[in-house]
């Protein structure tokens, strides 16, 4: 792109482990390529109202081990609206930005689509989210940091639940995604895991727990995505197990936030580092409204449509291993 001289880049959304690696990554290729770049501070909002930082190489210094994001992340009801979005674009325009990475997930990518097609400027996303739910790329930012502090979470937990004979149900997230719970599961040695793309249904649970009790197992770890359909809420589904299993100490453990914090892992680092320089590329080979991705470990180019719109599906093969390998 001849007339490419100055980017900017902004996270939105979620925070997740590896965002500030992916920005460091931005804003060192761009320096390698020529570019001017600039931070945008509160993602969309901070955009509307003006919140800009220029980044050098220097300044994005000692960031790759750090959790979060520098440039902070906020939600935008603002840039929801034509009239947001205008003065978005205004800003840019009067700061002579000529394009725009976004770091997120699909909401994120959802407003990046419409504000690159409205204005004509050009917009790469890089996928940042703990989900993993991502259409189009094998693995987003976090994903593997968010799975670590699962396993390590559900290794203490279970220690007190072999010493006390205690059954507990550890919730993880993904509202609409069951990637955490069935993959920490099974690296955790879960006796159940419950995620959205399966109802395994409140019968079956039990029948399974009870056969684990039967067959000598005195106390047992069930992994809860937020989105399992069994339930309203994971206090329920413990309420049903214990009224129907009184033998068994039932307690509940909602990991939470706890999940998004900490150091991003090595994988992490590197996913991120690729996936920043490989946007800046993007940006230079004269690509717009797409989605950087890794996808057998190489990097892809998806459309913001194909990334938005499409489901993620969910490895069956996994849900196989974890049957075998709970019994």
């Known amino acids: 792109m001849d007339n490419l001289k100055k980017i900017a880049v902004l996270t939105s959304g979620g925070d997740s482990p590896g965002m500030n690696a992916a920005i460091r990554a931005v804003v060192r290729n761009a320096v390698y390529s020529g570019l001017e770049c600039d931070g945008i501070y509160r993602g969309y909002q901070g955009l509307i109202e003006n919140e800009f930082v220029n980044l050098g190489a220097r300044d994005v210094k000692n960031t790759i081990n750090r959790g979060g994001t520098f440039l902070k992340s906020a939600r935008s009801k603002d840039f929801m609206t034509k009239e947001g979005r205008r003065k978005a674009y205004n800003n840019l325009q009067a700061r002579q930005i000529d394009a725009l990475v976004v770091i997120g997930g699909d909401g994120t990518f959802t407003g990046a ?29 976090g994903y593997d940091t968010a799975l670590n502090t699962v396993v390590e979470a559900i290794d203490k937990i279970r220690d007190t639940a072999s010493s006390h004979d205690r059954l507990f149900l550890v919730e993880v997230m993904g509202r609409d ?96 580092s690729r996936l920043g320089v490989g946007a800046v590329d993007a940006l230079v080979e004269g690509r717009s409204n797409i989605m950087v991705g890794i996808s057998n470990k190489k990097i892809v180019h998806v459309p913001f449509e194909t990334a938005i719109n499409i489901k993620k599906v969910l490895d069956t093969d996994l849900i196989r291993v974890a049957d075998i390998v709970s019994t």
């Open 113 to 141: 689509s419409v504000f690159s097609s409205e204005f004509d400027i050009p917009v790469i996303g890089i996928p940042g989210t703990i989900d993993n739910d991502i259409n189009g790329t094998d693995y987003t930012i």
């Open 177 to 272: 995604a069951g990637d955490i719970a069935l993959n920490s599961g099974i690296g955790a040695g879960a006796e159940e895991i419950l995620i959205p793309e399966e109802n395994l249904g409140i019968e079956r649970l039990i029948e399974s727990l009870d056969k684990s009790r039967k067959t000598g197992k005195t106390s047992s770890i069930v992994v809860v995505s937020e989105g399992d359909q069994i339930g309203k809420n994971i206090t329920k589904v413990a309420d049903s197990i214990q009224s129907k299993l009184p033998d068994y100490e039932v307690k509940v453990t909602v990991l939470g936030h706890i999940q998004r914090g900490g150091s991003p892992s090595c994988f992490d680092r590197v996913l991120a």
